[in-house]
């Protein structure tokens, strides 16, 4: 089984070049699945595209994909952006809207650009965390109070963008684990730490990514901002998982088993974008 995940996302742009041909062409023919941190990607770079005049186009051919981006929310939010080939007949997609939220092992692919959605999606996060991971609730909470923060930088750090947040659980007994994904289109973590006077020329953008992992650092000059990623990588240290940070050409990657992270130079791409895994508790 092929994936296209949040590590394999970065070879396919690297491989097929999609963000630079004026078509645009995602072709996802070869893949058997796509997890939520790689269809927030997804999501993130159509409209990036478009937002240059440009209308991506995606391409599916084995239908337990093709039913999965409609199940997933994924075919609704990019409406009107970008086009699905073959097309997508949508008696059928308005079957699966109707069970948008029915599912609480999933949140589907979500377009937030502020924070009115977020309450519910975070509520749902908890409810899998505590219920479904075996979490206890103090740990839930401080989870998505991490995962809230970098939802909130979608739009707090931009201006005529916005975020993206998709969530899923896989796998039984201790073998369960949570994906979940949050991108945006917005300008990138070197340019909005350097909006700060205090962060200084930021040389890179691993340098960007290091100095953001860093209790405090933020665009504004407050001790309380700043405090998102850097909670998100102890939570995830915690509780042995796995997070993924990236923004313009750069990408580091923690596997908190090894408690030490990985850095790699990537196709460059508009945004910041933050995959996370969690494991279960369970272990019977």
């Not at 086009?83 to 092992?105: T, W």
Request: charged share 25%.
């Amino acid at each position: 089984m092929k994936k296209l995940d949040s590590v394999s996302f970065d070879a396919f742009l690297r491989e097929k070049s999609p963000l630079a041909c004026d078509s645009g062409c995602f072709d996802l023919r070869e893949f058997d699945l796509i997890t939520p941190a790689a269809l927030v990607q997804l999501a993130t770079a159509c409209y990036a595209m478009a937002g240059d005049g440009r209308r991506p186009r995606i391409m599916t051919e084995k239908e337990s994909v093709r039913g999965y981006l409609q199940r997933c929310g994924f075919v609704n939010v990019i409406a009107g952006v970008a086009g699905i080939e073959p097309a997508i007949r949508y008696p059928r997609l308005g079957q699966y809207n109707s069970l948008r939220g029915s599912n609480p092992m999933l949140i589907e692919v979500t377009r937030i650009a502020s924070g009115i959605d977020l309450p519910d999606l975070l509520d749902r996060i908890v409810w899998v965390l505590r219920y479904r991971l075996k979490y206890h609730k103090h740990d839930a909470f401080d989870v998505t109070t991490a995962v809230s923060e970098i939802c909130q930088n979608t739009f707090d750090h931009n201006s005529g963008t916005a975020g993206f947040i998709a969530m899923q659980v896989y796998g039984q007994g201790a073998n369960r684990f949570l994906e979940i994904g949050v991108s945006d289109y917005g300008d990138g973590l070197i340019t909005t730490l350097q909006r700060n006077p205090k962060n200084g020329t930021i040389p890179s953008d691993l340098d960007a990514i290091k100095m953001a992992m860093q209790l405090g650092t933020s665009e504004y000059d407050d001790p309380t901002r700043g405090t998102g990623l850097y909670h998100l990588l102890e939570i995830t240290y915690k509780h042995a998982g796995s997070i993924q940070i990236k923004s313009g050409s750069a990408k580091v990657r923690y596997r908190m088993d090894k408690r030490e992270g990985w850095a790699f130079a990537v196709s460059s791409v508009p945004g910041v974008h933050v995959a996370l895994t969690l494991p279960t508790k369970d272990r019977s």
